[in-house]
Nanobody, 120 residues
Framework: QGNLVESGGGSVQAGDSLQLTCEVIGYTTCMGWFRHIVGNEREGVAAEFNGATSLAAWAKDRFAVSRSYNTLYLQMNSLKPEDSGMYYC????????????????????WGQGTRVTVSS
């Protein structure tokens, strides 16, 4: 897991913003952010591949994703208590199907996650 490091999580108030950062060592094609909220399945949040970004429908009005080389950023604005959970970064080392960038099965390198807690 030392190949991928996430940072930027923390505890904030509702309405605040956070930026998560993911740095990957080594050759990487697509990169993505996923989250696991207690009681739910892990879900795709945002991803980037070859200059194109993909965001989950529910995230489009509040979150943004960007990438610089092997660093992926997730800007989260207007955070809500229901956004609280573990956020994971993932990367892939070979071909990425663009139609599946928010599918966790696409990725073969995962971080240990960074916790986001949003209080009301």
């Amino acid at each position: 897991q030392g190949n991928l490091v996430e940072s930027g999580g923390g505890s904030v108030q509702a309405g605040d913003s956070l930026q998560l950062t993911c740095e990957v060592i080594g050759y990487t094609t697509c990169m993505g952010w996923f989250r696991h909220i207690v009681g739910n399945e892990r879900e795709g949040v945002a991803a980037e591949f070859n200059g194109a970004t993909s965001l989950a429908a529910w995230a489009k009005d509040r979150f943004a994703v960007s990438r610089s080389y092997n660093t992926l950023y997730l800007q989260m604005n207007s955070l809500k208590p229901e956004d609280s959970g573990m956020y994971y970064c993932a990367a892939h080392r070979s071909f990425c199907p663009e139609s599946r960038l928010l599918d966790q099965d696409t990725y073969n390198v995962w971080g240990q996650g960074t916790r986001v807690t949003v209080s009301s």
